[in-house]
């Protein structure tokens, strides 16, 4: 039995987990799989109601769970990032959940803005370090709200966390299995300590001699992302270029309704959600895309070993879009939160 904490979150966060939980319920009968879920409140209207956030303790609680399945969160009403760092944050720091892993696919030729690009042509995975660079939060304010103020964020590298970044991408590549292929992504012309990256990368290829690599700076690859997508396999990249990055890269495959990602520590709990947010104009409307939440299950279910089970998922997807039953990602794709949700579960069981 597997035990999955659920944080449905604000916004449409709860309308897409919904249907995510309904195709991880038919999969799971599929497939023989047992789950144990336990639904946790924080949010920003929890936080609204009762004050609290998340604590240093709530986040080593969840260590209990096998994986995290999680919906969006932001709030109008609330500071912005308060809530976010209280828990997405504090849970990629405190459950050190080093990697950051987004699939770029492209399901159906229809839905890519870019001409003449097939699914064979995108079809890459991002492979992002996820706890430290500018997200670290070292820096502050000096003079705040003066003529005088000065902000500082800093960008902190260390070896061990480039390494062990830089070896997952090598091992992804290797399992992949397609073009065998890494591809460093970086600043390091411009920012002398990402040289850390490139000596690192340079010396973990030596034990990787069947994967080819090379290397692109960060604003070379926004451009070939557009140019030629089908040169990529698998980039291994900062934290913060590799945020930026898979946003572009979700355009590439039809846009945020379809992008799922996983915030892994191997080995441990890890989570799993859309890349997509809140959203809180279309919350309670069952209009939103759920396809992204159900792919952050299809994620879910290969981290856990149920590779059978995923691949069934992204496949019903498949078939979906490419079909064009669900005709577009978006929330005026003329079909309900539910319906999508129904459609995903009746082209797993047929």
Partial sequence: MYNLAIFPGDGIGPEVVREGLKVLDTVASINSITFKTTSLPWSSQYYLDTGKLMTEDDIQSLRQYDAIYFGALGDPRMPPGLVERSMILNMRFGLDLYVNLRPIVLYSEHLCPLKDKKPEDIDFVVVRENTEDAYA??????????????????????????ERIIRYAFDTARARNKKRKLTLVDKANALPAQDLWRRTFAEVAKEYPDITTDMAFVDATTMWFVKNPEWFDVIVTT?????????????LQGGLGIAASGNIHPGQVSMFEPIHGSAPKYAGQNVANPLAAIGAVAMMLEFLGENQAGAQVTEA?????VSRRIPSLDAACGLTTTEIGDMVVAELRA
């Fill in 239 to 251: 934290n913060l270029f590799g945020d930026i990055i898979t946003d572009l890269g979700a355009m």
């Fill in 317 to 321: 997807i498949r078939r979906l879009l």
């Fill in 137 to 162: 939060g070292m820096g502050g304010f000096f003079k705040k709200g003066t003529p005088d103020e000065v902000a500082i964020s800093e960008m902190i590298f260390t070896r061990k966390g480039v």
